[in-house]
């Protein structure tokens, strides 16, 4: 058992900090506050191979694996939590495409998500009434010949207005349930399909996130990703590993968190003395640090056990679990730590602790991965 990161890893982590630390964090305040898509970093992104790091070489991706994909995203998410889930969601979209696409939609459609020339990758499979339980999904697929014709409505989309490709899932037989799911690559400039409202968020305002009506949309046959009726399957895998990427978004949030509050705490004093040496906030360090070693090394283990090709479905529902709750204390901690200072736009914690918040709700919220775990320890017991 080792817990060092390989050489490769190292380097992709250390390629993320760097345009993390140069990059990301000298414009995310301003990003935050204009809520701007960062074009230009995703770009910055695409280039350095962060878009698709889990992704083949021979499609344009780094090919460094999960472990490495989830080092570089605690590195992104440290610097702005909204620039790391745009390069989540890409990424996840190029790993489903990878794994369940065709030799000619892989050829087709990664190069140019990896690179970065399609700002992004959007994941379309909630809709208005159907988040959690997203098998009730109402949008229907009909097929005329060789065109699949796409009604129906799409919410919470990140990136969904800059994408190139949206992963849309859609029912071609209503009455087969979960069963009756199919997933289509659809483009951005297909007909019938139009961008609608986008969210003012509380964070992560960078993102932009909408809703997409598809409105006889119309998609190739040749562009339908993996069988008829697998949809929700291939829905459900593609989210374990989106777990994993929100888990380690999460770790990098209580690791910036802990970072702003330990160089605060050191500087400002009160009663005499630092406020680091009084116990009551040395020991909400502690509890930021033990938050972020546990987050961390959970993570990590379902990144290993996905790139070993182990089930993994447990490990990231608990990883995604454990990691966003954590990184709930670990930016109200730190907003305390920070007194009144915590509450305003000067102090970076007043964005963190806005960004944190989505973490326990997307990609599953925390009931759902508390169910996912719930199943696998009652099978278990057989
Ligand atoms: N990977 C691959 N297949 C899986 C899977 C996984 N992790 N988990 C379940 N499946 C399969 C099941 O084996 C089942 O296959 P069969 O039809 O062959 O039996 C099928 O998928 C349906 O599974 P299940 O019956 O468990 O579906 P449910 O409707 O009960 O839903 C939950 C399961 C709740 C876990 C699922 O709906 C879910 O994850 N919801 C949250 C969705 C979400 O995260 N939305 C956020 C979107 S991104 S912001």
């Known amino acids: ?15 993320a900090r760097r345009f993390a630390r140069e990059r990301i964090a000298p414009v995310a305040a301003e990003n935050d506050r204009s809520a701007r898509f960062p074009r230009e970093l995703v770009h910055g992104l ?23 994909y989830a080092l570089a995203l605690m590195e992104l998410a440290a610097a702005d939590c909204a620039t790391a889930v745009i390069a989540a969601v890409t990424n996840m979209v190029g790993e489903t495409i990878a794994r369940f696409g065709t030799e000619a939609q892989r050829r087709r459609f990664l190069p140019p998500l990896a690179s970065g020339e399609w700002a992004a990758g959007a994941f379309g499979l909630s809709e208005p ?8 999904m109402r949008t229907r697929a009909v097929r005329r010949g060789d065109v699949w014709v796409l009604d129906g409505e799409k919410q919470w989309i990140t990136s969904g207005d800059v994408a190139g490709v949206i992963v849309v899932w859609a029912k071609t037989d209503p009455e087969a349930g979960t069963r009756g799911v199919t997933a289509f690559l659809v483009e951005r400039d297909a007909p ?8 003012e968020k509380m964070g992560i305002r960078a993102s932009s ?7 006889g949309c119309e998609v190739p046959e040749a562009q339908r990703l993996g069988p008829e009726g697998e949809g929700f399957r291939i829905a459900l895998a593609a989210l374990d ?17 802990l970072d702003a509050s330990r160089r605060y705490a050191k500087e400002r004093h009160a009663f005499g003395r630092p406020i680091a040496e009084h116990q009551a906030v040395a020991f909400m360090l502690a509890d930021m640090a033990t938050d972020h070693e546990a987050s961390r090394l959970m993570t990590l283990r379902a990144a290993a056990l996905k790139e070993a090709g182990a089930p993994f479905a447990r490990e990231a529902a608990m990883a995604k679990l454990l990691a966003s709750e954590a990184a709930q204390r670990a930016v109200s901690r730190a907003v305390q730590i920070h007194g009144g200072y915590g509450y305003t736009s000067d102090y ?35």
């Open 192 to 199: 019938g399909l139009v961008v609608g409202r986008h969210e």
């Open 129 to 136: 009434q159907a988040g959690s339980d997203a098998a009730s």
């Open 46 to 68: 695409g280039e350095l191979g962060l878009l698709a790091v889990n992704v083949p070489e021979a499609y344009g991706g780094s090919g460094a694996g999960a472990v490495a």
């Open 241 to 257: 590993g989106g777990r994993v990427g929100i888990a380690a978004q999460a770790t990098g949030t209580i690791r910036a968190a």
């Open 348 to 382: 970076s914690v007043e964005k963190l602790f806005r960004d944190a918040r989505v973490q326990t709700l997307y990609e599953g919220t925390s009931e759902i991965q508390r169910l996912v775990v719930a199943r696998e320890v009652l099978r278990d017991l057989g």
């Open 1 to 15: 058992m080792t817990f060092e990161p390989n050489e490769l890893q190292q380097a992709v982590q250390e390629t």
């Open 209 to 215: 996130t909408v809703s997409l009506a598809l409105d």
